[in-house]
């Protein structure tokens, strides 16, 4: 059956096979540390966060961990599934009409879905409803779902499409043109992403305190960026976590803070928070996150051509369920790589901050508030720190303010 199933060199399907079980073997690594990892009561911990607290974040993101950990194993054992389902009992011509392409994608992305959606309502609202982390009824929670859902469906099933009709008609040079493609659509896609995406799930006014607003154009203005817009979105009717984040380019470009991070931090606080994003335009993130996704995904979809050349499935209708199941291992196996980065970001935006406020105690009683808001695990298992933290830990961006002050 395997042989069957990719059916190319031995070389390739021994390749395939390796690279399988080790995304397999690394999840359940992740789900048994996760699971068995303790949290530090060390004196160091201790002096800015008590045993219960420790203890509570521990559960809660053991919880987390195993469910999306679960999820991803779940989602891998039904690809596999359908792959030799659709190989050993239905008889599919190796090429079929577009349309009918688009009905079996958008199906089988439907069918994911809901397998998944059970996994997805424990933890997207049984357990942050659990712990405290969530303001949002049944409804709101089912709506979101939808929305994020159809927008995933969309998007998944345009992607594999287009695709497939590149290999059809561009046969010897598709993975050039999806290359360019890509890029093209990352970098739409953040353009129109604030426009369009976000207002479906929030409700956005412009920050209106003007003590606050003056301090940010000020502190921005001797970082050489130019603010385009800070907006309030109304989280507080979804969640009780503190948030912000930075998005957009060009004239899209804003900062985005949670009302309840107004409401519950200081206004110190909040200002090292939005100076923390204004130092990732600073040092130009997003341009870099756009380069590097755009590199990471032309490389990926090089070794989807030379994959799926040596196993002879290309312009194959049947290549597109091999294209999800590698794109899904890749961008598990790739984590660490994309998490390192991301905490490098974090990093230089943390020191930046710092260096633009003068208050490293302000930083210190920041990621103190922010944990306590959203139940972070502040030392969190190294092999989980690597594979899963797209931040640095709490605790090391505690010790370096405290470098500062020393």
């Known amino acids: 059956m395997i042989s069957k199933i990719f059916c190319g060199s031995s070389l390739v399907v021994w390749l395939l096979i390796i690279l399988i079980s080790a995304a397999f073997l690394l999840a359940i690594a992740i789900l048994l540390v996760g699971i068995l990892h303790k949290p530090a009561y060390n004196n160091e911990v201790l002096r800015y966060f008590d045993k219960d607290f420790l203890l509570k974040a521990s559960q809660y993101n053991r919880m987390a961990t195993t469910i999306s950990i679960a999820r991803q194993l779940v989602t891998w054992i039904f690809l596999i599934g359908v792959i030799i389902l659709t190989w050993k009992y239905f008889s599919i011509s190796s090429r079929i009409s577009i349309i009918l392409l688009v009905g079996y994608t958008a199906l089988f992305f439907i069918l994911l879905y809901l397998l998944l959606m059970p996994l997805d309502y424990l933890r997207g609202f049984v357990i942050e ?22 927008i995933s469906l969309v998007i998944s099933t345009v992607s594999m499409t287009i ?3 590149l290999m059809i008609y561009v046969t010897k040079y598709w ?29 956005f006014e412009p920050l209106e305190d003007k003590v606050l607003k003056a301090q940010i154009v000020e502190i921005s203005e001797r970082a050489g960026i130019n603010v385009n817009e800070v907006l309030v979105a109304d989280a507080s009717r979804r969640t009780n976590k503190a948030n912000a984040y930075f998005t957009g380019l060009g004239n899209s470009k804003r900062i985005v803070i949670f009302d309840n991070l107004l409401s519950k931090f200081s206004e110190k606080e909040a200002l090292a928070v939005i100076v923390h994003e204004v130092s990732h335009w600073r040092y130009l993130h997003i341009l870099k996150g756009l380069a ?44 660490p790589v ?26 210190i009683s920041l990621m103190t508030k922010l944990a306590d ?34």
């Open 373 to 406: 808001s959203n139940l972070s695990n502040v030392v969190p298992h190294p092999f989980i720190k690597v594979m899963l933290y797209s931040h640095p830990p709490i605790i090391e961006r505690i010790k370096m303010a405290n470098q500062y002050i020393k």
């Open 338 to 363: 994309s998490n390192a980065i991301s905490r490098f970001y974090e990093k230089q935006a943390d020191i930046m901050t710092i260096q633009l406020t003068g208050d490293p105690e302000t930083q």
């Open 129 to 150: 409803h659990q712990y405290g982390l969530s303001t949002q009824t049944i409804n709101s929670w089912l709506a979101d779902f939808a929305k994020n859902k159809a």
């Open 292 to 335: 590097l996704s755009g590199v990471g995904g032309i490389l990926g979809i090089f070794l989807l051509k030379i994959i799926l050349g040596e196993m002879g499935l290309v312009a194959d209708s049947r290549s597109i369920l091999i294209i999800i199941l590698l794109v899904s291992i890749f961008t598990f196996i790739t984590l």
């Open 163 to 165: 695709l497939y009709v």
């Open 175 to 203: 993975w050039v043109v999806a290359g360019a493609i890509l890029i093209i659509f990352l970098i739409i896609a953040t353009y129109l992403y604030p426009l369009i995406i976000d207002p479906l799930f929030y409700k």
